[in-house]
């Protein structure tokens, strides 16, 4: 178990990216205020060179509006193939993307995006970096190259990840949040989503997920179902919406059961919950959600 001390210790990547994200958009002192946090502990954060404590992490997962869990790395990923892919593709695409923009060699590019490394030393580079970036033009100043220097890893970074990012949700025609909460691990990807990425990337679908972690997730499916089923019958009021409920669980006990003596593989069963989960209407998973966010 990993130590909460104070000042000490490594700061998870999703909080440094996070604030980064706050600093460039806003600058420290605004970001430090509005998040509630001393401005000191705002740069060690930034530098990835302090660990959060669990009351700070629970006050940034409000501010940001995600768990504690995804700000200390995400959940327990099931298929870390699938990450390496995202990995590599986003940043090959992203440095590739970023080298044809601004005419500047990969080489260059990812030493500027490394921190600690040399950086630009001549002014059209710096200048070229400036105005691709957003930077503000007083950067690009004497007075203020130390903060250029500061803030030229992570933004170049970013963007290189954002690029690369929206490079490949254009190739798989997965929306790009959704393949960024992937890379960060905020979620596992779908089995329709995986086998989309293997198709797009020329990888086996076998490679990338294993059959028992498969058919776990298809166990666990099948348990949130029965969750989800109980409870909507202990808080739904409505007469209709509750006939609703009661044709789901019918057809849910018939599928599964059936199911259960003909095959155990995840495909059929993960096939057939989803048209049960398709099958629910708009107006009850309307209800469901407004109870859970009310709960």
């Given at each position: 178990m990993v130590a909460m001390g104070r000042g000490g210790g490594k700061t998870p990547e999703r909080v440094v990216q996070l604030i980064n994200d706050e600093i460039t958009k806003n600058g420290q002192n605004a970001t430090a205020r509005a998040m509630g946090l001393p401005l000191y502990s705002i740069q060690k954060y930034m530098k990835g060179i302090?660990?959060?404590?669990?009351?700070?992490?629970?006050?940034l997962a409000v501010y940001f509006g995600i768990t504690v869990e995804s700000l200390r790395?995400?959940?327990?990923?099931?298929?870390?193939?699938?990450?390496?892919?995202l990995f590599k593709e986003i940043t090959e695409a992203g440095k590739n993307i970023i080298t044809s923009e601004t005419g500047l060699p990969i080489y260059?590019?990812?030493l500027y995006m490394a921190a600690g490394m040399p950086l630009p030393e001549n002014n059209e580079t710096r200048g070229l970096l400036s105005d691709?970036?957003?930077?503000?033009?007083?950067?690009?100043k004497i007075k203020g190259w130390d903060k250029f220097l500061e803030i030229l890893p992570h933004t170049l970074g970013r963007e290189a990840f954002k690029k690369g990012r929206d490079e490949?949700?254009?190739?798989?025609?997965?929306?790009?949040?959704?393949?960024?909460?992937?890379?960060?691990?905020?979620?596992?990807?779908?089995?329709?989503?995986?086998?989309?990425?293997?198709?797009?990337?020329?990888?086996?679908?076998?490679?990338?997920?294993?059959?028992?972690a498969l058919d776990d997730r298809s166990k666990q499916a099948s348990k949130e179902l029965w969750s989800s089923i109980d409870f909507l019958k202990e808080n739904i009021e409505d007469e209709t919406l509750m006939k609703h409920v009661h044709q789901i669980e019918s057809s849910a006990e018939t599928i599964l059961l059936t199911l259960h003596g003909i095959s155990q593989?995840?495909?059929?069963?993960?096939?057939?919950?989803k048209q049960i989960i398709d099958a629910i209407p708009h107006d009850v998973l309307s209800v469901v959600t407004d109870k859970?966010?009310?709960?």
């Open positions: 302090a660990e959060p404590s669990q009351a700070t992490l629970e006050k790395g995400g959940t327990k990923n099931p298929f870390p193939r699938v990450k390496e892919l260059e590019i990812e691709y970036l957003g930077l503000p033009t007083e950067l690009f490949v949700a254009k190739k798989t025609g997965i929306n790009s949040s959704v393949i960024e909460k992937a890379y960060y691990e905020d979620i596992v990807l779908s089995e329709k989503s995986i086998k989309t990425l293997s198709e797009s990337y020329n990888v086996s679908f076998e490679y990338l997920c294993d059959e028992q593989k995840h495909k059929t069963i993960r096939g057939r919950t859970i966010n009310n709960k």
